[in-house]
């Protein structure tokens, strides 16, 4: 982090500072009014910020015709504290460690994903009338911690902006905090987050089969691709 910091231009120290002063989520015209600067120059300024991890991107919630605005957010403006830094930095070095040393890198991320996933799961609240492990019933419904609720809090709580459709068997993710170690290694860190909602899943009761991470599938965020199987009833 403090590298990071020491390597940005003047230019880009300015607007990392207007994120940081508004301490929560600002526009790219926001940005460009504040400082005067073109659309399309604070518009690169705030990607390249997010490029270095300084700051997060997420899409603002639709208002009317078109697609909704991107905002942005400073690591500290989002609360991410020295203790949560060191602990990406060390998940970084360990996608960078299984990319070099494993054989497979995507089946080795992939099984721990599923015992991180699995046991962030059984240490969360569980879903009303039942207990981590407990398989619904036949023909119990409750729409309230159905499967796809539950994976898209966790992942909320993980800090991955999930964005589900109407039916949550897509889910967008606007944010992902091993950004710049999944640009680097899709293989692994990737992996590690599908192996993660599997692990999630299982631990619920669920068939994980079907599961599918697509990375960087469309501008500004990896989809979950949920089968109907597991996303649990609407």
Same mark, same amino acid.
Not at 228 to 233: I, K, L, R
């Given at each position: 982090m403090d590298e990071a910091l020491a390597a940005l231009s003047p230019a880009l120290r300015r607007v990392l500072? %207007?994120?940081?002063? =508004?301490?929560?989520? %600002?526009?790219?015209?926001?940005?460009? +009014?504040?400082?005067?600067?073109?659309?399309?120059?604070? =518009?690169?300024?705030?990607? +390249?910020? %997010?490029d270095a991890g300084l700051v997060v991107r997420s899409r603002q919630p639709a208002r009317g015709r078109g697609r909704p605005a991107w905002a942005y957010t400073s690591v500290a403006g989002a609360g991410i504290d020295e203790r949560t830094r060191d602990y990406l930095a060390l998940t970084t070095a360990f996608a960078h460690h299984v990319a070099r040393t494993s054989a497979d890198p995507a089946a080795s991320a992939r099984q721990i994903g599923r015992e991180w996933g699995a046991a962030m799961a059984a240490t969360a609240e569980p879903p009303t009338g039942s207990a981590p492990g407990q398989r619904r019933a036949a023909g119990a419904v409750d729409p309230d911690r159905a499967a796809r609720t539950e994976v898209v809090r966790m992942l909320t709580r993980g800090g991955f902006g999930p964005e589900p459709s109407a039916d949550a068997t897509r889910v967008a993710l606007r944010r992902c905090p091993l950004l710049e170690a999944a640009r680097s290694h899709p293989e692994v860190v990737c992996q590690v987050h599908q192996g993660m909602v599997e692990g999630m899943l299982t631990v619920r009761g669920e068939d994980p089969t079907g599961v599918r991470l697509l990375p960087f599938a469309e501008p500004g965020a990896c989809v979950l691709l949920? *089968?109907?199987?597991?996303?649990? *009833?609407a």
């Open positions: 500072d %207007v994120l940081e002063a =508004r301490g929560g989520e %600002v526009t790219v015209n926001e940005v460009a +009014a504040e400082l005067g600067l073109h659309h399309n120059t604070a =518009r690169g300024s705030l990607d +390249a910020l %997010v949920l *089968p109907d199987a597991v996303a649990g *009833p």
